[in-house]
């Protein structure tokens, strides 16, 4: 079975930065779109950003368009999340996704999941 290993969360100020980490091991990682969720308690997990198997097509939801980058480097097998200029509402449980079906989309029901990491930003 894959499995995605998330690292980077902590306690961070308004307005400032973190950068998340996903090392993905057991699955084809070039082969795989790859994606960042958030979740926080009582919430639908929501979709943060994709990124493609190529690294060519990503995609953000418009909370976070413009203060996040996805990227990753298949050589190491591990995609990144680059937070800048974080608010406290993306406190959240940060989970790296990745597709089982898709090279370029991932979604909440073809994904296999990490355990989270945990992204507080105080006011």
């Known amino acids: 079975q894959v499995q995605l290993v998330e690292s980077g969360g902590g306690l961070v100020q308004a307005g400032g930065s973190l950068r998340l980490s996903c090392a993905a091991s057991g ?21 943060v950003a994709r990124i493609s198997w190529s690294g060519g097509s990503t995609n953000y939801a418009d909370s976070v368009r413009g203060r996040f980058t996805i990227s990753r480097d298949n050589a190491k097998n591990t995609v990144y999340l680059q937070m800048n200029s974080l608010k406290p509402e993306d406190t959240a449980v940060y989970y790296c996704a990745a597709s089982r079906t898709s090279k370029v989309f991932v979604a909440t029901s073809d994904a296999s999941w990490g ?8 006011s």
């Not at 355990?115 to 105080?122: E, F, I, L």
């Open 27 to 47: 699955l084809t990682f070039s082969n795989s779109a790859m994606g960042w969720f958030r979740q926080t308690p009582g919430k639908e997990r929501e979709f």
């Open 115 to 122: 355990q989270g990491t945990q992204v507080t930003v105080s």
